[in-house]
């Protein structure tokens, strides 16, 4: 999807949705904006149900300040137009209350960006802004006095919290970005300490280069390779409105008969993939025209040391990063469906996948069709497309579970004798 193309009321109207859709605010809470190359602000409106947005809602200011539109521009406005005016280089604000970034500006605490690599290159560097009335001159000048200093994400104290960027789809990736991580965070907490990355860490993960494929243009496209296409566009959307990827962030492949394997592309919008945005990889070589994940050489070596892999997924859901970013140690001998779909979890160290290939591949067998890598992400592997996003919703459901069971009472997991008894059972 070209998102640059649709109206300025379009982008804003979808955004919205997204944000609604998610619980990332609610029916009177947030505001977005945009400026056009006219110099006018497209704005939503206040007082209006976020929930049932449509584009004739959307309201226009005019760089004379004339209003134009069925309603009020929102009460933050002016907040809006003086970050504009003092950043010409931002042309979309997103505003919202989601519930984790609220958690953080009740603690006066800003998310840690150092958890996992993609955060920091996302977001930059995090701010907050002192509290004032919405829609004050006061709350205008401490925000935008923070973006004057050159932050783009900047957290609200009691509030919320506000993104810029050049367009309004990067500035719902920094704010899904900093929520995403505030959840690990949030998580990871109740695990243990979060273990940081340094700064070379981080360093690491941002220059690592794309996969050196050349390029081979594609003939004739197989029946099974246009529903292979297909089924991974419907199980990425699924996975994208779980929240078990973000917009940029998650990747899937997909073994085809004749060797070759369908991947996702570098750096589009999940929730949006179409059949035709997948790329093929065929002999060392990437279908003409496309990007394929960074992490194609990872799944190629994957496939050629296991035939009996049809399928890999490389994720980031929280709550399984929240043992990925600490010491804690996760145990699949929660109830008997977890340790049938996952069995034994195994943990690399950070950078494995793309510092080790070959060894990330040889790690999973049998009896270890998960792998954890520190502070980075979660490698799922399956029989089939189906099999791998099954594993990949009980690990985020298991991990999720051990969590909320801490605050509970001690933890009893499934004895040595019982497991014999499942692996008889299931002929495991």
């Known amino acids: 999807m070209r998102f640059d193309l649709l109206h300025p009321a379009d982008q804003l109207v979808m955004i919205m949705d997204r944000i609604y859709q998610y619980g990332m605010t609610t029916t009177s809470g947030g505001n977005l904006s945009i400026r056009d190359a006219n110099g006018d602000i497209w704005i939503t409106p206040s007082g209006i149900d976020k929930g049932s947005l449509t584009r004739n809602d959307i309201m226009r200011v005019t760089p004379s300040g004339e209003v134009i539109g069925p309603h009020k521009p929102s009460v933050e406005l002016p907040f809006h137009r003086e970050i504009y005016k003092l950043r010409p280089d931002l042309n979309a604000i997103l505003h919202a209350h989601p519930p984790?970034?609220?958690?953080?500006?009740?603690?006066?605490?800003i998310p840690e960006i150092r958890l996992v690599p993609s955060v920091s290159a996302i977001c930059g560097e995090v701010s907050m802004a002192k509290y004032e009335v919405p829609g004050s001159e006061k709350l205008g000048?401490?925000?935008?006095?923070?973006?004057?200093?050159?932050?783009?994400?900047v957290m609200m104290e009691n509030h919320g919290v506000c993104c810029g960027a050049q367009d309004l789809f990067h500035a719902f990736m920094s704010f899904e970005t900093l929520d995403f991580c505030g959840r690990i965070e949030i998580d990871a907490r109740k695990l243990g300490e979060p273990n940081l990355l340094s700064p070379t860490q981080i360093a690491m993960d941002s220059s690592k280069a794309h996969p050196p494929l050349d390029a081979f243009v594609a003939r004739q496209v197989s029946s099974e390779e246009c529903a292979a296409r297909r089924d991974m566009c419907q199980l990425i959307h699924r996975a994208y409105d779980q929240r078990l990827f973000n917009s940029t962030q998650g990747t899937f492949s997909q073994r085809l008969s004749d060797g070759s394997f369908l991947i996702t592309p570098y750096k589009k919008d999940r929730k949006y993939l179409e059949p035709e945005d997948i790329v093929r990889i065929k002999n060392g070589m990437c279908e003409a025209g496309k990007t394929p994940s960074r992490s194609a050489l990872l799944?190629?070596?994957?496939?050629?040391?296991?035939?009996?892999?049809?399928?890999?997924?490389i994720a980031h859901p929280p709550a399984i990063m929240a043992f990925a970013c600490t010491d804690a140690t996760f145990d699949s001998r929660?109830?008997?469906?977890?340790?049938?779909?996952?069995?034994?979890?195994?943990?690399?160290?950070?950078?494995?996948?793309?510092?080790?290939?070959?060894?990330?591949?040889?790690?999973l067998c049998e009896t270890t069709p998960v792998l954890i890598i520190d502070n980075q992400c979660v490698i799922v592997a399956g029989s089939t497309l189906l099999?791998?996003?099954?594993?990949?919703?009980?690990?985020?459901?298991?991990a999720k579970a051990i969590i909320a069971a801490r605050d509970i009472g001690p933890l009893v997991m499934i004895s040595p004798e019982e497991v014999k008894d499942i692996e008889v059972a299931f002929n495991l």
């Open 100 to 109: 984790t970034l609220v958690a953080f500006s009740l603690a006066r605490k």
């Open 141 to 153: 000048e401490y925000l935008s006095g923070e973006f004057a200093k050159g932050f783009n994400t």
């Open 299 to 313: 799944h190629k070596a994957i496939y050629e040391r296991h035939p009996e892999i049809g399928s890999v997924i």
């Open 334 to 363: 929660t109830i008997p469906e977890s340790y049938i779909n996952l069995r034994d979890v195994k943990r690399l160290p950070y950078a494995s996948s793309s510092l080790d290939v070959e060894g990330t591949a040889d790690a």
């Open 387 to 398: 099999n791998a996003f099954d594993r990949l919703e009980v690990l985020d459901y298991s």
